[in-house]
């Protein structure tokens, strides 16, 4: 695993994402760095592994913001042109913006997950990112 | 400024941060992340620099988290043991607590700094860290 925790960067590799393992495409890694205050975590995704188009709903507020860590990956929206991603780049994910994120197709990626608090939160994953999406990217 | 941006770290040296001037001793640098969905801002103190001790106040929620990004600091609770802070540990800072944070004596230090959204929030600032108090640290 020594390797799999470099590419993790700073705040860590964790686990195995088992629990949202069905909305991703490949091997992603879940470490929490709190919980108390805000939620805030580090995920590591392996090349290639990207989530599923999701939603985070909220009546009031909510939404996440992604702090980039390590390696090189990828945001896009729904109807969005894809924004590639490196360390230091922070995304702002409104609520009710159906989007994925994920790493490259040749890179390891890690990025902090950071949950803006907010009212009737939920979320809703669609469907996955296919490969005729995935493989325009470079 | 080339030395100050690599100890700044991932995201940023920023600005001086002048309007915080008044609250610190030595030099602080600020940059603002995002203030979007939540106020995220990169402090990056030089050796010696910290804040006074001040308090988040907040009536529901409120805080703040800290998250380590370079070089090597300090944080301390009032009447507890101060805290050696390396990058990746994340400070879960309560509402109501009175604290400081900064840089070590011989480095660097950046940290984020994440507001914990509160009701009726602001932040009171009290004495300086005394000579006395910071040089008991390495």
């Given at each position: 695993?020594?390797?799999?925790?470099?590419?993790?960067?700073?705040?860590?590799?964790?686990?195995?994402?088992?629990?949202?393992?069905?909305?991703?495409?490949?091997?992603?890694?879940?470490?929490?760095?709190?919980?108390?205050?805000?939620?805030?975590?580090?995920?590591?995704?392996e090349?290639g592994?990207?989530?599923?188009?999701?939603?985070?709903?909220?009546?009031?507020?909510?939404?996440?913001?992604?702090?980039?860590?390590?390696?090189?990956?990828w945001?896009?929206?729904?109807?969005?042109?894809?924004?590639?991603?490196?360390?230091?780049d922070?995304?702002?994910?409104?609520?009710?913006?159906?989007?994925?994120?994920?790493?490259?197709?040749?890179?390891?990626?890690?990025?902090?997950?950071?949950?803006?608090?907010?009212?009737?939160?939920?979320n809703?994953?669609?469907?996955?990112?296919?490969?005729?999406?995935?493989?325009?990217?470079?």
């Amino acid at each position: 695993m020594t390797g799999e925790n470099e590419r993790a960067g700073l705040f860590g590799l964790g686990q195995p994402n088992d629990a949202f393992a069905q909305y991703f495409i490949g091997q992603s890694y879940l470490n929490p760095v709190t919980t108390e205050g805000l939620g805030i975590f580090n995920v590591t995704f392996e090349p290639g592994c990207r989530n599923n188009w999701h939603i985070h709903h909220a009546s009031k507020g909510g939404g996440q913001i992604l702090l980039c860590i390590s390696g090189r990956g990828w945001y896009q929206e729904w109807d969005g042109e894809p924004r590639e991603l490196h360390p230091g780049d922070a995304v702002v994910i409104p609520p009710e913006v159906k989007h994925w994120h994920g790493a490259a197709r040749d890179s390891w990626f890690a990025h902090l997950a950071i949950e803006v608090p907010g009212e009737e939160s939920s979320n809703e994953w669609c469907e996955a990112v296919t490969d005729e999406v995935y493989s325009r990217l470079k």
